[in-house]
């Protein structure tokens, strides 16, 4: 038996046509990349707004609407994702399905799987999609949720990568992930925009969860 293949060369021997610091063009091409990602999510971040206790008193909203109220940022955020999951997946493993979340997950999950070449599917609230569907329940502050997801939209051994606007709790993107395994798919990864990092939402989910911009780090927030 051969002692690696190309794909899978000895962890003393790395591929130098693979491996960065053996390959100047890829290092070159990580650094490239990396530079270009910091400086689409200082501007990214610098477009965001905050609004005071809305919808109730005590939570700050993070507005997002502004990106995709101005088409480069639509593009920037696009492109700031796509780098993401191209440099944490390649171009040979990158997702064949993209699955955006009801609501705001709706909004920018299209771009991004047609940017990608992936399929789009929407997760929905309970009642919102015709024909044979699949369920999943979370806790929300004010009681129990449900999503669904079209029993034929996902098959079996789809790479799949669930995006969003935002992880709180995390229960509806677990909830979300729990229906991709439903059907079959592989779950490669979260992807969100913002993160609630004091409410620890990402701790509920079994697959990497990468966020693009830091959000607050403590304070009340509701439940998603």
Known sequence: MP???SSHPPRDHPDA?????QNPRLSAAASSSSSELASLQIRLHKSLRQFPDFPTPGILF???LPLFADPQLHEDLIRALE?????NYGKEQKPDVVVGLEARGLLFGPTLALRLGAGFVPVRKQGKLPGPT???????EYGDDFFQIQKDAIKPGQRVVIVDDIIATGGSAAAAGSLVKKLGGTLIGYVFMLELDFLKGRDKLDAPVYTLLSSQEEGPAPTS
């Not at 046509?17 to 610091?21: G, I, L, N, R």
């Not at 780098?83 to 440099?87: K, N, P, R, S």
């Not at 699949?134 to 929300?140: I, M, N, P, S």
């Open 3 to 5: 002692e690696s293949t």
């Open 17 to 21: 046509t693979t491996h960065p610091a």
């Open 62 to 64: 993070e507005d997002i």
């Open 83 to 87: 780098l993401h999951l191209v440099h």
């Open 134 to 140: 699949e369920t999943a329940g979370f806790k929300k």
